[in-house]
T-cell receptor, first 110, second 113 residues
Framework: QKEVEQNSGPLSVPEGAIASLNCTYSDRGSQSFFWYRQYSGKSPELIMSIYSNGDKEDGRFTAQLNKASQYVSLLIRDSQPSDSATYLC??????????FGTGTRLQVFP | DVKVTQSSRYLVKRTGEKVFLECVQDMDHENMFWYRQDPGLGLRLIYFSYDVKMKEKGDIPEGYSVSREKKERFSLILESASTNQTSMYLCASHLAGELYEQYFGPGTRLTVT
């Protein structure tokens, strides 16, 4: 059974700080990784995807992938209260399906 | 603007009732999915469909069935609702081969009493 593990949190950071969200996965053959953001009472929305080792930056968001350690992370720089949400890590399996982690709840306080 | 819609945001049903949850997408996506989301358990796949009239079981299909008679519509059916099916139900879709572009509907919060 393929697994995606995340710390459920909550992760509390002050406004302006860097929030670091982590995810580990069990399938060494995984090639692509996704981060979804889910606000309370809303549905998930894709915010980042990463396919190769290293860093991928998009605005205040940076995804980091280390395939050897089976570890993917999401950094949010200059965190804002509007970033408060649950962040879901997702990994594909069987070509057209995703397996999701349980999510990490992030709280950014002013 | 891409859109996945679900028939109800909130639904309350009684134990033993037959429940229909409907999902419609307007993006001509081949692949459609039904998930349920529960605290501490995350998103779990119930059923998915690659094409009209095609369906495959996900990780937790027991107690559910699905129907896909038209490409844009994917229905989830609870044949005889039970209290342990109280949950948030999320529909999603994407183009075949473009898994990175999976779009979710707004969700249906179902309560079975």
């Amino acid at each position: 059974q393929k697994e995606v593990e995340q710390n459920s949190g909550p992760l509390s950071v002050p406004e302006g700080a860097i929030a670091s969200l982590n995810c580990t996965y069990s399938d060494r053959g995984s090639q692509s990784f996704f981060w979804y953001r889910q606000y309370s009472g809303k549905s998930p929305e894709l915010i980042m995807s990463i396919y190769s080792n290293g860093d991928k930056e998009d605005g205040r968001f940076t995804a980091q992938l280390n395939k050897a350690s089976q570890y993917v992370s999401l950094l949010i720089r200059d965190s804002q209260p509007s970033d408060s949400a649950t962040y879901l890590c997702a990994v594909p399996y069987n070509t057209d399906k995703l397996i999701f982690g349980t999510g990490t709840r992030l709280q950014v306080f002013p | 603007d891409v859109k996945v819609t679900q028939s109800s945001r909130y639904l309350v049903k009684r134990t033993g009732e037959k429940v229909f949850l409907e999902c419609v997408q307007d993006m001509d996506h081949e692949n459609m999915f039904w998930y349920r989301q529960d605290p501490g358990l995350g998103l779990r796949l119930i059923y998915f469909s690659y094409d009209v009239k095609m369906k495959e079981k996900g990780d937790i299909p027991e107690g559910y069935s699905v129907s896909r008679e038209k490409k844009e519509r994917f229905s989830l059916i609870l044949e005889s609702a039970s209290t342990n099916q109280t949950s948030m139900y999320l529909c999603a879709s994407h183009l075949a081969g473009e898994l990175y572009e999976q779009y979710f509907g707004p969700g249906t919060r179902l309560t079975v009493t």
